[in-house]
């Protein structure tokens, strides 16, 4: 049985964490803990320190990410947090997400995250559309990574909150093509997943769980989806 990574974006979106984790808590008392699935919530960074509490307090178990981390070790870069601030708080964190893409980030950019990534312990989410995005990152990769130290995420640019998903099928061929690039890396899919459709994602051989945006938001449809992967 393959380990399955469920994993939670909150993007800038203003959520209730008490509210959030005292339901997520009060919902997955229903299941038994499941070791295999591997669930990780990347709230804003404004409120990483109370979802780290609220998680230790309510006994959840969730591991806790970041969606960005600073491209500078430290110093003179107003509005950033580098990766020696993060530390200690998340274990991983996204880079690369097509909404930072969008806004100007440089594989250049992601490249030097990935390596403060590795720097401090953290195991990045790596987000990318396309194949071509993970050629500039390829060495990288290769050079400063293990098997289980970094997870990639395909996030098909039209399915990114759409409600449209790809094809469970090109999602799992895309997992493949990747894996032939960069070796045995979990491989997430993203967008528009939800309840009713995770399990024909995650039921791909090339595919090791999912990355969810507006499903993550309300702990009821996040619930949804870890218990149906
Ligand atoms: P969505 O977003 O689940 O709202 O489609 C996915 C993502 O951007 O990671």
């Not at 990347?42 to 509490?53: D, G």
Request: charged residues 25%.
């Amino acid at each position: 049985m393959k380990q399955i990574f469920i994993v939670a974006n909150w993007k800038a979106n203003n959520v209730v964490v008490k509210d959030w984790t005292e339901q997520f808590k009060f919902l997955s008392l229903q299941i038994k803990n499941d070791e295999l699935k591997k669930i990780i919530v990347c709230p804003p960074f404004t409120s990483l320190i109370q979802v780290r509490a609220l998680i230790e307090q309510n006994d959840l178990m969730i591991s806790l990410g970041a969606q960005n981390i600073s491209r500078f070790p430290q110093g003179a870069h107003t509005g950033e947090e580098t990766g020696e601030m993060l530390k200690d708080i998340v274990d991983y964190v996204i880079i690369g997400h097509s909404e930072r893409r969008a806004m100007g980030e440089s594989e250049e950019s992601i490249g030097s995250k990935l390596i403060h990534a590795r720097k401090h312990n953290l195991t990045p989410i790596l987000c990318i559309s396309k194949l071509e995005e993970i050629d500039s990152q390829r060495e990288n990769i290769k050079n400063i990574f293990s098997p289980g130290q970094i997870i990639i995420a395909y996030e098909p640019l039209q399915a990114i909150g759409s409600g449209i998903p790809d094809t469970p099928e090109h999602a799992d061929d895309f997992g493949k093509q990747l894996k032939n690039i960069v070796g045995d890396v979990p491989v997430l899919y993203g967008g528009s997943v939800k309840g009713e459709n995770v399990k024909v994602f995650t039921s791909q051989i090339y595919i090791s769980g999912v990355l969810v945006g507006g499903a993550s938001l309300k702990a009821d449809s996040f619930y949804e989806i870890v218990k149906n992967s």
